[in-house]
């Protein structure tokens, strides 16, 4: 149980354009989710909280606009990159939970990785 | 703030030989504590976690990490590495009302044969 799927795995795109990745919640329902981005030989560094029918809570020096997230259900997030430029390439994981009744877990997606040309 | 401190970047062992990685942490109130293993250009995979109750917790892949709160500390330990075990190990923290997630800078483990 407690799957997290992402889609795509991974995605290729030109400069300027968007690209939307997809955090499911496959067999729970999460109203928070969180959005990670890891560069090459680097740890994970939280983007934002996602929490589910609210404004997303962005960590210091993420830019909002360039990064939007959409958590319309209790079981999809969204992150859609803006206006994408190479030094967005990276590796961007998302994780839902915890479920509570003393469960601290959060449950991991596979990783999306973003190459922008 | 919550930290994570995973004082060692590589660590090379040799294959049958233990293996301890340290972790210390900040963290305010009761820590939520996690150890993930990640290889090469894959996702996240939890090895244990701690909550509360006892402080030795076992995990997957024959880890177990301790738990001392008087040294803030959450090391991993394995009694015999094997060459499937070299990946990227990260220590994490969990706190505050939306538990967020805080991670070390991570240990790389290279095993020799």
């Known amino acids: 149980g407690a799957v997290v799927s992402q889609h795509p795995s991974w995605v290729i795109c030109k400069s300027g354009t968007s690209v939307k990745i997809e955090c499911r919640s496959l067999d729970f329902q999460a109203t928070t989710m969180f959005w990670y981005r890891q560069f090459p030989k680097q740890s994970l560094m939280l983007m934002a909280t996602s929490n589910e029918g609210s404004k997303a809570t962005y960590e210091q020096g993420v830019e909002k606009d360039k990064f939007l997230i959409n958590h319309a259900s209790l079981t999809l997030s969204t992150l859609t990159v803006t206006s994408a430029h190479p030094e967005d390439s990276s590796f961007y994981i998302c994780?839902?939970?915890?479920?509570?009744?003393?469960?601290?877990?959060?449950?991991f997606g596979p990783g999306t990785r973003l190459t922008v040309t | 703030a919550q930290s994570v401190t995973q004082p060692d970047i590589h660590i090379t062992v040799s294959e049958g030989a233990s293996l301890e990685l340290r972790c210390n942490y900040s963290y305010g109130a009761t820590p939520y504590l996690f150890w993930y293993v990640q290889s090469p250009g894959q996702g996240l995979q939890l090895l244990l976690k701690y909550f509360s109750g006892d402080t030795l917790v076992q995990g997957i892949k024959g880890f177990e990490a301790e738990f001392k709160r008087s040294q803030s500390s959450f090391n991993l330990r394995k009694p015999s590495v094997h060459w499937s075990d070299a990946a990227e190990y990260f220590c994490a923290v969990s706190g505050g009302s939306n538990y967020k997630l805080t991670f070390g800078k991570g240990t790389l483990l290279t095993v020799n044969p």
């Open positions: 994780s839902a939970g915890p479920l509570g009744g003393g469960n601290y877990e959060q449950y």
